[in-house]
């Protein structure tokens, strides 16, 4: 995605009126200092207007952090959070919508299925406590040498279950093909044994690291694919 400096600032300007509006004056400061860390980022400051034009529950806060939880297909699951509450937020480049409070869980089907969840259980054992989220990285999206889902760089290994990880047996994504489940003779993987079963077989086939090239490709404003 190409960066439109003055769409950019445009849309700086909104977001700091809507602050003015929607946050008590003791947080302006707080909330404009994390906006400023996305000047850029043109991704990130359409979550945080959609987040201060909603306001969930009709709490005014400021927004301190956005961690990135899923992605799959350029759509993201993202965990908005203030210094007291915390929500799920669904977004692509078209837009985005609110889920509901960490507390109370992903109880949308869809959603979890759509991100290779069988259940809210399986949803929970994968993301057990908001610390350990991966905060979003300003302009992650654009820089090519680090994985667009679980943040590591070129190189590294992926966190196990990430979408952009390639099949070390034939080549696929290994969130979906069918070598995990045909490895382990299982229809489904919602076992911890079979999950760290699968881990070892992996490690011994040889997974592959993540490189540039296996970044999911997406639209430019342009409409060129990059």
């Known amino acids: 995605m190409l960066i439109d400096n003055d769409a950019t600032k445009k849309l700086l300007e909104e977001i700091e009126i809507l602050i003015r509006y929607a946050v ?25 207007k959609d987040y201060y ?23 993201f699951l993202l965990l908005l959070s203030t210094s007291a509450h915390h929500y799920y937020y669904l977004t692509n480049d078209e837009g985005g919508l609110f889920l509901g409070e960490w507390d109370k869980g992903i109880v949308d089907g869809h959603v979890l299925s759509f991100f290779d969840y ?8 994968t993301h057990t406590s908001i610390k350990e989220c991966r905060e979003y990285v300003p302009l992650e999206r654009l820089n090519e040498e680090i994985c667009p889902s679980c943040g590591i760089k070129a190189g590294g290994l992926h966190t196990l279950g990430c979408p952009v990880e390639v099949c070390p047996w034939c080549g696929g994504q290994l969130n979906h093909c069918n070598c995990r489940f045909e490895q382990l003779d299982v229809e489904e993987l919602t076992d911890e044994k079979k999950l760290t079963e699968l881990e070892e077989k992996l490690e011994k086939k040889g997974r592959i690291p993540y490189a540039r090239e296996q970044r999911p490709s997406f639209l430019t404003e342009e409409g060129a694919v990059k």
Request: aromatic share 8%; charged share 35%.
């Open 24 to 48: 008590p004056e003791e947080e302006q400061a707080v909330a404009s200092n994390f906006l400023a860390s996305f000047q850029e980022d043109m991704f990130a400051l359409g979550v945080i």
């Open 118 to 125: 069988p259940d809210e259980e399986a949803f929970k054992k």
């Open 53 to 75: 034009q909603t306001l969930p529950d009709a709490r005014e806060e400021a927004l301190v952090k956005i961690s990135a939880l899923e992605e799959k297909e350029q759509v």
